[in-house]
C-alpha cells in the first residue's frame, strides 16, 4: 500500500506540482583547518541509523543534523530523537524553512537544521576510529523524508589547509548559482573539490524516473540525474538521498543521461575535473527541471581555503621566506557572484608569531585585492588574517588564516647560536678560542671542527650568494684586537666554485660551495703562530 502511494505521489509531483524555492540555500557554517568531513543520510518509516566514519587520531569539530518533512507537515522540536550512546536525545531545531509545492501548497515541504555539537561530540570523541552509528527515532514518520548527519572532524592525517562549507535551506528549482572563490588554485593532480547534496521527496526506484536535477559546473554538464532514494526507500517518509558515506564521486558515468535506477548518481561529486589550471573561482549552477525535488542540504570540501558566494580569502596560504626579506599576502573581496568589489578597507594583522601585533590597511582595487607587506626580523612562525566590515559597517568579515615561516638562510645542525661566547680570559696562544661567524651570528667551534653546515634544499635559494668567516680569539697575543678574522668564503648556490676574500695573516678559511639540500665542507688552518 505504501509503496503504491509513493508512485502515485511521484506522479502528482512530477505532473502537477510545480515546485519553487521560497527559502534558497545559504551558507549556515565555514570551517577551514586541517579537517575532513563525514556525510550521511537515513530516510525510513521505522527508524534506524545514521551511519559516521572517524579518522585515527580525530577529534569532533563540530556536528550538525538536517531533516526534511513533506505534506506540510511541521517538524516540531523533539520529533526526531538521536542516540549517540549516552541516552536518546529530542532535537530542538536552530532553523527551519519551508518549501512550497506550486502556489496552492506554500509549505509543502519543512526543512529543519541543527548544531548538535554539545548534545554528541562527548559520544563521538569517545567512539574508536573507523565506522559508527547515531540510532535515530521519528514521529509520525510518513511525513519526514529522513535526516542528514554532518560531522566535521580535526583530522590529524590532513596536511593541507581544508575547507569545508555547509549550505542549508530549500533550492531554488528553476535554477541557482554558486560560487566558490578559492584562496590560491588547486592542485589538479593531488587536491580535493568534492560536491554533497541531500534531497528528499525523489523517487527514481529500480527503473528511475524523471525526478532528477541537474547540475554544471564552469558550464560544463556535471550530472542529469541527481536524486532518488538511495540512503531510504520507496515509500513515502523515506525518499532521501545524501552524497557522502557508501558513495563514490566517480559517477554518473554519463552527464547528459537521465535516471536509470536510484544508483545511477549518488549526489557526492568531485569537481576537479572541470577545473583548469590556475583558476581561482568555481561556479555550480544547478536545475530542477521536474520541478519536485526539495534540495534541503549542499555542502561544498576543497583542499585550499575557499569561501560560497561573499566574502574574503587570504593568500599566499603558506609560505617560506628568509629572515631579512619581505613577505606580501594578498587579500581578495568578492561579492555573491564571486566578482571583485573594489574601494572596500581591508585590515590585515599579524596574530601570533615573531611579529605578533603588526597591522596594516590598504584599499581593495579593480580586481578586489588590497594587499600588506612586511619585512621578518625574526625566526618563526607568523598566522596572519585579513578582515573588512560590510556595507553596513555592521558584521567584521574575516580570511582565512595565512601562515608564514621565517627562517634563518642557514641551517646550523647541532649547534645552538649565541651572541658572544668568547668572553673568559685565555693564558696564551696554545688557549686560541675559534668562532665561525654569519651576520650577526656566531657558533663556537673546536680547533680542528666545524659544525655541520646545511644550505636547505628550498627552490628560494637557488641563486642567493653566502658570506661566511672564521674568527680566532686571543686576548694574551692580540691585546689590542684580541679577534683576528679569516679570509671571507662567498659563494652563490647554484653558480659555480666559491671566492675569496681577502688576505689573513693567520686563518685561512676554505670549502664550498654546496647546492641545495647539500652540506657545507668547510675548514682551516691556523699558520705563523
Not at 241 to 249: E, F, L, P, R
Not at 340 to 369: K, R, W, Y
Request: hydrophobic residues 40%.
Amino acid at each position: 500500500m505504501k509503496r503504491l502511494m509513493t508512485l502515485t505521489v511521484a506522479m502528482v509531483a512530477t505532473g502537477l506540482l510545480a515546485l519553487s524555492a521560497s527559502a534558497q540555500l545559504q551558507v549556515v557554517d565555514s570551517q577551514t583547518g586541517l579537517i575532513s568531513l563525514s556525510a550521511d543520510g537515513l530516510g525510513s518509516n521505522t527508524g534506524g541509523t545514521v551511519d559516521y566514519d572517524k579518522p585515527v587520531g580525530a577529534t569532533v569539530r563540530k556536528i550538525f543534523v538536517a531533516a526534511a518533512s513533506s505534506f506540510d507537515r511541521i517538524i516540531a522540536d523533539g520529533d526526531i530523537t538521536m542516540d549517540a550512546g549516552s541516552g536518546a536525545v529530542g532535537i530542538a531545531w536552530d532553523q527551519c524553512v519551508f518549501n512550497n509545492a506550486g502556489i496552492s501548497l506554500p509549505t509543502f515541504f519543512q526543512n529543519c537544521f541543527a548544531d548538535v555539537t554539545s548534545l554528541f561530540e562527548a559520544d563521538l570523541n569517545a567512539a574508536p576510529a573507523g565506522p559508527g552509528t547515531i540510532s535515530v527515532t521519528e514521529a509520525t514518520s510518513e511525513t519526514i523524508d529522513g535526516v542528514a548527519l554532518f560531522v566535521v572532524w580535526d583530522d590529524p592525517s590532513v596536511t593541507t589547509q581544508t575547507t569545508v562549507v555547509l549550505l542549508f535551506g530549500g533550492q531554488d528549482t528553476t535554477g541557482d548559482q554558486f560560487n566558490i572563490t578559492l584562496a590560491e588554485p588547486l592542485d589538479l593532480d593531488t587536491g580535493v573539490a568534492d560536491m554533497g547534496l541531500a534531497i528528499s521527496f525523489s523517487f527514481q526506484g529500480d527503473l528511475g524516473s524523471t525526478m532528477i536535477s541537474e547540475l554544471d559546473v564552469n558550464s560544463q554538464r556535471l550530472t542529469s540525474s541527481a536524486g532518488g532514494e538511495d540512503d531510504g526507500a520507496a515509500l513515502n517518509g523515506a525518499l532521501l538521498t545524501v552524497g557522502g558515506i557508501g558513495d563514490s564521486n566517480d559517477n554518473p558515468p554519463d552527464p547528459f543521461a537521465g535516471s536509470s535506477n536510484l544508483r545511477d548518481d549518488d549526489e557526492l561529486y568531485s569537481l576537479i575535473p572541470f577545473v583548469n589550471e590556475g583558476d581561482t573561482i568555481i561556479t555550480v549552477d544547478t536545475l530542477n527541471p521536474s520541478d519536485d525535488d526539495n534540495i534541503f542540504c549542499a555542502y561544498f570540501v576543497t583542499s585550499v581555503p575557499s569561501i560560497v558566494g561573499a566574502g574574503i580569502t587570504l593568500a599566499p596560504v603558506f609560505a617560506e621566506c628568509i629572515v631579512g626579506d619581505e613577505h606580501t599576502v594578498t587579500a581578495t573581496v568578492v561579492d555573491e557572484g564571486g566578482n571583485p568589489v573594489e574601494g572596500v578597507s581591508v585590515t590585515f594583522t599579524i596574530q601570533s608569531g615573531p611579529h605578533a601585533g603588526l597591522m596594516g590597511m590598504d584599499t581593495t582595487d579593480v580586481n578586489g585585492e588590497a594587499t600588506f607587506s612586511y619585512v621578518g626580523t625574526d625566526v618563526g612562525d607568523d598566522t596572519i588574517i585579513a578582515c573588512f566590515f560590510d556595507a553596513q559597517n555592521e558584521e567584521e568579515v574575516c580570511s582565512n588564516i595565512a601562515t608564514k615561516s621565517w627562517v634563518e638562510c642557514m641551517l646550523f645542525a647541532g649547534v645552538v647560536p649565541t651572541a658572544q661566547p668568547f668572553d673568559d680570559p685565555l693564558a696564551g696562544p696554545e688557549d686560541m678560542q675559534y668562532v665561525i661567524q654569519k651576520g650577526a651570528l656566531q657558533w663556537p667551534v673546536l680547533e680542528t671542527s666545524i659544525p655541520t653546515i646545511e644550505v636547505p634544499d628550498r627552490p628560494r635559494f637557488e641563486g642567493m650568494t653566502f658570506r661566511m668567516q672564521i674568527w680566532m680569539r686571543n686576548p694574551t697575543v692580540f691585546p689590542n684586537d684580541p679577534f683576528q678574522a679569516s679570509n671571507a668564503l662567498e659563494w652563490t648556490v647554484g653558480g659555480g666554485a666559491p671566492s675569496v676574500v681577502g688576505n689573513p695573516a693567520f686563518i685561512s678559511f676554505t670549502g664550498g660551495p654546496a647546492e641545495r639540500g647539500e652540506a657545507l665542507d668547510l675548514s682551516f688552518d691556523v699558520t705563523g703562530l
